[in-house]
């Protein structure tokens, strides 16, 4: 197993974690250590509104990647990440954006490309899409799905026939 691989069944009970306590796969016969993390939903929730809050300011590409790797990887439960969402945004006072955010955006995805690519030589990531567009997509697609299952209005998105 490589370094930072878990079983599929390691993944999906870690993502059912209610307690900021989670077990982790044993290397070999020592006892799986306890580990203390944000659950997937808060960290995706945490990250969300740094997107949105430093627009185009943001140049930290792990607030994109991390919450992708996280939708990718976990199993959620859309009431869930809506509700953290919600938690997130009202504890930082950031309010709900009423359409697509700058950090959602196509065309910020295409200004931030080479950013990108850098980002992912420099810290050696083979796990996430080369195009930061598609990272932008999906992440902006996860997260309309989540907050419009719970009727919450995030931002509306335009859908091309």
Known sequence: MSPGSFPSKAVRAL?????TASSVPALLDAPAPILRAYPPETV??????????????????KDFH????????????????????RRTFERRRTPLPQ?????????????????????????RLEVAPASFAQVINDLRSFLQAVLTRKEVALW???VAP
């Open 44 to 61: 995706v929730a945490e990250r969300t509104e740094a997107i949105i809050s430093l627009g185009i300011g943001n140049t930290r590409k």
């Open 15 to 19: 993502s059912r974690t209610a307690s």
């Open 99 to 123: 359409q697509v955010p700058i950090g959602l955006d196509d065309s910020f995805a295409l200004d931030r490309e080479s950013q990108w690519r850098a980002f992912l030589a420099r810290d």
């Open 66 to 85: 991390d919450p992708w790797t996280i939708t990718q990887t976990f199993a959620f439960e859309g009431d869930e990440v809506a509700e953290a969402i």
């Open 156 to 158: 509306h998105l335009e």
